[in-house]
């Protein structure tokens, strides 16, 4: 049966609808698919931008910070006039001006134990779009356990890294066992970052979330795209189960997100 889009949506989304591989019913399949954001920074802005252009009919926002005039330089979807107000709130203006489509859920908070499970029930689809470790194993975590699949992206000055995880087996914890020693993998604050390169990895994340909203396609799952803007270069990196992982593995320590810390190194079990 042909799905039911009003003509505004058949002239907004008309270049979707007239490819063989999207259609009427691919692009049904976007409107219906609720998608949750972590970050509404470099990569969120790009994921956020693109989704909402796509027609994903729903999309949360997790970020608990404020615009700052540093974030301008490659968060695209805030302006000079949202310096001070909350991500959150910023980026919802910007989705629901781009595509009033969009449903947004703004949750002006940071991702934590309490209220990870809870979130990522609610959604589809998981992007990681964050910038630091302990969210990173909490998003794969929760996902994991709830057999969501995510979307991961990192960057760092001219370098970036995406994959997907399908929340079945391998996950992050398998190409991530723990994070690295505190103080030897510095930030964007601390060692800047090329502007247009979260553009480039939000996209390919943006990207992956439209296959997998649509069924359609090959995603990165099992295989991980570390991209080098200086050189211009992609390099494919396999990623394989470990039998040994504490979430996914085959004696699996962490049943839940209460099972873990996420702190520190972010892979031991708490006692």
Do not use: W
Not at 43 to 66: H, K, M, R, S
Not at 107 to 135: C, G, K, P, Q
Not at 168 to 195: H, I, K, M, N, W
Request: aromatic residues 6%.
């Amino acid at each position: 049966m042909r799905p039911d889009l009003d003509p505004e949506q058949l002239d907004r989304y008309s270049r979707h609808i007239i490819m063989n591989d999207v259609g009427p019913e691919g692009q049904a399949a976007l409107l219906d698919t609720d998608v949750l954001v972590v970050g509404a920074g470099g990569l969120g802005a790009p994921v956020l931008q693109y989704l909402a252009a796509a027609g994903i009919g729903q999309l949360g926002i997790v970020d608990d910070d404020t615009v700052e005039r540093s974030n301008l330089q490659r968060q695209v979807i805030h302006g000079d006039d949202d310096i001070g107000r909350p991500k959150v709130d910023s980026a919802a203006e910007f989705v629901t001006g781009l595509n009033p489509d969009v449903t947004v859920d703004r949750h002006e908070l940071r991702l934590a134990r309490e209220n990870a499970t809870d979130l990522v029930a609610d959604y589809d689809i998981v992007v990681d779009a964050s910038d630091n470790f302990a969210t990173r194993f909490l998003v794969n975590d929760a996902c994991t356990l709830s057999g969501t699949p995510f979307s991961h992206g990192a960057i760092f000055q001219f370098e970036g890294q995406v994959t997907t995880f399908s929340g079945d087996s391998p996950c992050y914890r398998c190409l991530f066992p723990e994070a690295p020693p505190e103080g030897t993998v510095p930030d964007c604050a601390t060692a800047g970052v090329l502007g247009v390169l979260p553009g480039t990895i939000g996209c390919m994340q943006a990207t992956e979330v439209v296959k997998l909203a649509m069924d359609y396609g090959e995603t990165l799952e099992g295989r991980l795209i570390a991209y080098d803007a200086a050189e211009m270069s992609f390099e494919e990196i396999p990623v394989a189960a470990n039998p040994d992982c504490p979430v996914c593995g085959d004696d699996p320590a962490i049943a839940s997100v209460a099972d873990a810390s996420y702190e520190g190194r972010c892979s031991l079990a708490e006692d």
